[in-house]
């Protein structure tokens, strides 16, 4: 009898313990996407298609036009103004633009008025025009009169 309630106890302690001792998943990342989801990979899926016509404004219409937006690179630019300056001379011809492509795209609403994404960039280009470049980002979006707009933008 003592022997049932040892194994009973040893098998209770390992099924509550094994969640914890097991590496941890992935999230699963199939599942039905909100609508607010689905509105702010349309902004990313625009702004990626702007990019590689070589649409500077287009690519950057989808930051809020705000003196509070934040872009952070190798330095902190404040500003939509400043964001937009900083984006013509890093990439001042077509070929430095090269083709963007975003990948492994997360959408985590915060609320129903802001939510962050993060994924990855690959920009191709010749070694001429810089080189290829890949990363990752973070970005803040805010729900405007005019969309959802990137208000931080964190590029690595």
Known sequence: MQLCSTLRLATLSLILLAPALLPAQAPNPL?????????????LVAQENAWNKGDLAGFASSFKDSPDTLFITHQVFRGFAGLVDEYKRDYPSRGAMGTLAYSDLEVHPLDENFAVVIGRYRLERSKKDGGNVEGLFSLVFEKTDNGWKIVVDHTT
């Open 31 to 43: 599942h039905t996407a909100s609508r607010q989801e689905l509105d702010i990979i349309k902004v």
